[in-house]
């Protein structure tokens, strides 16, 4: 389920963290490129589309209109387009394998603002102000990405998508002044710009807080952070042409137009508010029920265990297997990530010193809870081990919190020292006290 999260949110949540601007490829074979007879009569359109409601939608979305009176052609150029018609697994395990192809798509308005009235989602439409020259840059570098060598290309969510596109060949148009005058440093971050759209859908957010590192935590230049669909738009909105009016430059875009609105999706609390209520509250009902066990002649020491057990190991039981589930699943994803993935922001994660990917095995245990509604019966020596095991935790869970509180890890856990941690270790705590129950065996001399 969590790696379904993040194979839908193919969206901007990780990519080699780089800060560059690219070079474009030089386009080769220039006079075989048919142009039209007067670029006075071709006209360029930023067209932005809104975030949506669904995971995959929530970052928003650009494309490049282009009209050309000379023909009556009118054209959308679409980047995020990709083929899932080798089914969802092989996509999904290709995504998080870092192989995510993305190609460029071409078709009529009337066919691409359908598909977005479907969806509800707004879309601006904004006439792009370019000398001829330029637009015959810009031109060029669109029959270029036509070529069926260059329809394809290698998508990165921060880097290389549908809105970076018409950034890179705009800026390439305009000689490089977009970049340039871009430099400075955004006031957000990669992760909070993924926090921030994911808002309507807070079990993704948490699930994307998690899984990425610290790569994300950097702060964004602001030509990186034009990534955004809506930022690109309001940085040309405001950005000078070169094409003169009366003396004076116009700005980068003229005639904006609403082709179709809807309401945005609207932002709902963090889902760490639930996760924390959801994971304190029983924590704390079942340190209530702890008791100690008195020593008897079968023990060589006191142990505890839970009053009620009926209800009180059914209850751990259903914790256990909730967090079991979602700390091995996370805990397999980074894991996996690290050693087969391309994805670098899902290496050196400091969360996994919270989720393991063997924590999946809690389930067997768990299960025994539910259904007996008592401790679980073991050997000495199994018991034995599983005490490390949650000894080996509780102390990685400490090491997360130090290295957190003294900055040695340059990754934003904040949200998840606040909310999760400390109910974790509780618990941790309580399930090994109360959760087993050695076996031993008597001996008759």
């Known amino acids: 389920f969590f790696a379904l999260l993040v194979v839908v949110s193919s969206l901007f949540v990780s990519a080699p963290m780089v800060s560059a601007q690219a070079e474009l490829p030089e386009i080769s074979a220039v006079d075989t490129i048919r142009l039209p007879a007067n670029f006075e009569f071709v006209d360029f359109y930023l067209i932005t589309v ?3 409601d669904q995971v995959w939608d929530n970052f928003g979305h650009t494309a490049l209109r282009v009209v050309d009176h000379n023909t009556r052609s009118d054209l959308v150029f679409n980047w995020g387009l990709f083929d899932a018609s080798e089914g969802n697994v092989v996509f999904a395990s290709n995504f998080l394998r870092g192989i995510l192809n993305y190609q460029l ?3 009529p308005p009337s066919w691409e603002f359908g598909r977005y009235e479907r969806e509800q989602r707004t879309v601006w439409q904004d006439k792009i102000n370019l000398t001829n020259a330029q637009k015959e840059i810009l031109y060029k570098r669109l029959a270029w990405n036509l070529r069926e060598e260059n329809i394809v290309y290698s998508y990165q969510y921060f880097f290389d998508n549908c809105t970076t596109r018409v950034r890179d060949y705009l800026n390439e148009a305009l000689g ?13 971050t990669f992760r909070d710009e993924v926090q921030s759209h994911y808002a309507s859908i807070p079990p993704v957010a948490v699930s994307l807080d998690i899984l990425m590192n610290g790569n994300t935590d950097r702060r964004m230049t602001q030509w990186e952070e034009l990534f955004l669909p809506a930022q690109l738009r309001r940085e040309l909105l405001n950005f000078p042409s070169d094409v003169l009016r009366n003396g004076q430059r116009a700005t980068m875009l003229e005639e904006p137009t609403v082709i179709m609105e809807f309401t945005p999706p609207t932002a709902k609390p963090s889902a760490y508010y639930f996760v924390g209520a959801a994971l304190l509250i029983p924590v704390i009902f079942l340190l209530f029920m702890l008791k100690r066990i008195p020593l008897s002649s079968f023990s060589s020491q006191p142990g505890f265990t839970l009053r009620a057990p009926q209800l009180s190991y059914r209850l751990m039981g259903l914790l256990t297997l909730l967090l079991s589930l979602a700390s091995g699943i996370y805990g397999l994803i980074m894991g996996f990530g690290w050693l087969a993935s391309a994805h670098l922001d899902l290496y050196h994660n400091l969360n996994l010193l919270l989720f393991w990917p063997t924590d999946i095995l809690g389930v067997i245990f ?9 401790s679980y019966s073991m050997s000495s020596t199994l018991h034995n081990v599983i005490i490390l095991y949650f000894i080996l935790h509780i102390l990685a ?7 957190a509180l003294t900055g040695m890890a340059e990754q934003d856990v904040v949200s998840l020292l606040i909310f999760v941690v400390p109910a974790l270790i509780a618990f941790g705590v309580l399930v090994w006290n109360a959760g ?3 076996v031993r065996r008597m001996r008759f001399s």
């Open 50 to 52: 809104d975030v949506g």
């Open 105 to 107: 798509g071409v078709s």
């Open 176 to 188: 490089g002044r977009l970049a340039s005058e871009n430099r400075a440093l955004a006031r957000s």
């Open 366 to 374: 768990a299960m025994r809870w539910l259904i007996s509604g008592r």
């Open 397 to 403: 869970a400490l090491g997360y919190v130090f290295a």
């Open 436 to 438: 087993f129950s050695p």
